[in-house]
């Protein structure tokens, strides 16, 4: 490969992690390992098992380090600023670091019910609903299959007891997109997003309860609308309870790092000899 007038020996091998440490991509000298790949990708939110990942991050490690090589060859001057200039970053992140390992050894991560509530009751208009949320029975199978003769067009109305049972007996065999939990809600759109509703009023078909099912050239869809929320209003606070939870704890941890963060340095420099010379 020739970039930049510069000759790059480039080998990628996309392998999955094992005792040895493996080379996976090479420019001149440089080497990037499985283990330094996993960490970097693993902090960075990829996954170092999904091989378009990996591919795309040894590709980006590449073009990383011939910038870096050329740079360094061609313009000595300019690679001592970006030297510099790393070297003050490495700075920013040893003190993020550093005050993310105290702070979260400190954290709280439980949240009661009744703060649960309270934070509901005092911020519901932060979270007005956008979409309808339902509770809902949800069926698609191949249009080729006699689903009369097994009686889902009728179990799927739930109307009996046993009906339910039949249906997750018949979708376990059958079905090629199956949704029901009648305990918690869901974004209609979240359920519908396989469904071809576009002849549908999708207003009607929530605001009646819609139990109907219909096909297209390839499937049977069922759908049994059991209850839902109307957009524009507050959801139920067992609907928020995760996004809550996740609000409060991280109000907690922004408050443990503005008193922390005076304080750490406080205690660190007296650790370190620091000598200024002006």
Request: proline share 2%; glycine share 2%.
């Amino acid at each position: 490969m020739k970039q930049a007038g510069f000759v790059v020996s480039l080998f990628c091998f996309l392998v999955s992690c094992s005792d040895s440490d493996k080379v996976l991509a090479t420019v001149g000298e440089a080497e990037l390992t499985e283990s330094d790949a996993y960490v970097i990708m693993k902090h960075r939110g990829l996954d170092y098992n999904n091989k378009e990942e990996l591919r795309s991050f040894v590709n980006e490690w590449c073009n990383a380090e011939v910038y870096k090589q050329e740079l360094q060859k061609k313009h000595p001057k300019e690679w001592k600023l970006v030297q510099q200039r790393a070297n003050s970053f490495e700075g920013d992140l040893a003190q993020y670091y550093l005050e993310e390992i105290r702070v979260r050894k400190s954290l709280d991560t439980v949240v009661s019910d009744d703060e649960l509530q309270a934070y509901y009751g005092a911020h519901q208009d932060e979270f007005l609903l956008n979409d309808y949320i339902v509770k809902a029975l949800y069926l698609k199978i191949p249009k080729e299959l006699d689903f009369k003769e097994e009686d889902v067009h009728i179990n799927y109305l739930l109307k009996n007891d046993k009906d339910l049972a039949e249906i997750n007996s018949y979708a376990k065999l059958y079905a090629q997109d199956y949704y029901f939990d009648d305990s918690t809600w869901i974004y209609f759109d979240d359920l519908a997003k396989d469904i071809p509703l576009e002849k549908h009023n999708v207003d009607n078909i929530v605001l009646n309860r819609t139990k109907t099912y219909f096909s297209d050239n390839a499937h049977w869809y069922f759908l049994n609308v059991i209850d839902y929320k109307l957009k524009d209003e507050a959801p139920p606070l067992e609907f928020l309870k995760d996004r809550i939870r996740s609000i409060i704890v991280s109000q907690r941890l922004n408050d443990i790092r503005d008193k922390n963060e005076a304080k750490l340095l406080k205690e660190l420099k007296k650790k370190h000899e620091i000598n200024i010379h002006l």
